[in-house]
């Protein structure tokens, strides 16, 4: 499993170390699929393979694929990651909840260990970030840090939220 602190500190930590960092998390604008490839690199700090970090993950009796899995042989760790940049994000927000949903009930499956959405803001204030959080993951369920600022001098905030078996 994954502690969400740790994949945080260690995120932020390679983030920094990245050259484009400076323009991703200044950007008014979208960078999940580079998040995507950004993770794979701290999964690694984590002794997670490569070959069992899977970005073809579909979810059970569904065509929906979700952005990232981690298959351990204790069982699979399923991602979701989601950037919102404030006033562009109307079609977003309607659709996160469908996938935080998915992660909800993707967690009673007996092979699924672990679920975990990393959501990124950018322009958004800390009030609109925290409700949004809020409507996002209102089941009680869910353990979320943030948002927080990714890079202190920059203003790209992340939060991440997970359930544990």
Same mark, same amino acid.
């Given at each position: 499993?994954? #502690?969400?602190?740790?994949?945080?500190?260690?995120? *932020?930590?390679?983030?920094?170390?990245?050259? !484009?960092? *400076?323009?991703v998390c200044t950007?008014?604008?979208?960078? /999940?699929?580079?998040?995507?490839?950004? +993770?794979? $690199?701290?999964?690694?700090?984590?002794? =997670?393979?490569? !070959?069992?970090?899977? %970005?073809? =993950?579909?979810? &059970?009796?569904?065509?929906? @694929?979700?952005?990232?899995?981690?298959?351990?042989?204790?069982? #699979?760790?399923?991602? /979701?990651?989601?950037?919102?940049? =404030?006033?562009?994000?109307?079609?977003?927000? /309607?659709?996160? &909840?469908?996938?935080?949903?998915? +992660?909800? @009930?993707?967690?009673? #499956?007996?092979?699924?260990?672990?679920?975990?959405?990393?959501?990124?803001?950018?322009?958004?204030?800390? %009030?609109?970030? %925290?409700?949004?959080?809020?409507?996002?993951?209102? *089941?009680?369920?869910?353990?979320?840090?943030? &948002?927080?600022?990714?890079?202190?001098?920059? $203003?790209?905030?992340?939060?991440?939220?997970?359930?544990?078996?």
């Amino acid at each position: 499993m994954i #502690d969400i602190e740790e994949l945080l500190i260690k995120l *932020s930590s390679h983030v920094a170390t990245c050259k !484009s960092s *400076s323009f991703v998390c200044t950007a008014q604008a979208a960078f /999940e699929s580079w998040f995507r490839v950004e +993770l794979v $690199p701290v999964l690694w700090e984590f002794k =997670y393979s490569l !070959s069992s970090i899977e %970005t073809n =993950y579909t979810y &059970p009796s569904s065509k929906d @694929k979700a952005d990232l899995c981690v298959r351990d042989r204790l069982g #699979d760790i399923v991602f /979701e990651l989601k950037s919102f940049v =404030y006033g562009q994000d109307s079609n977003k927000k /309607e659709k996160y &909840p469908s996938q935080i949903k998915k +992660l909800e @009930k993707l967690i009673a #499956d007996q092979n699924v260990l672990q679920v975990v959405a990393l959501t990124t803001f950018i322009g958004y204030s800390e %009030t609109q970030m %925290t409700n949004y959080m809020r409507h996002f993951f209102a *089941s009680v369920q869910w353990n979320i840090i943030g &948002p927080t600022r990714l890079i202190k001098q920059y $203003p790209l905030n992340v939060s991440v939220a997970s359930i544990r078996k």
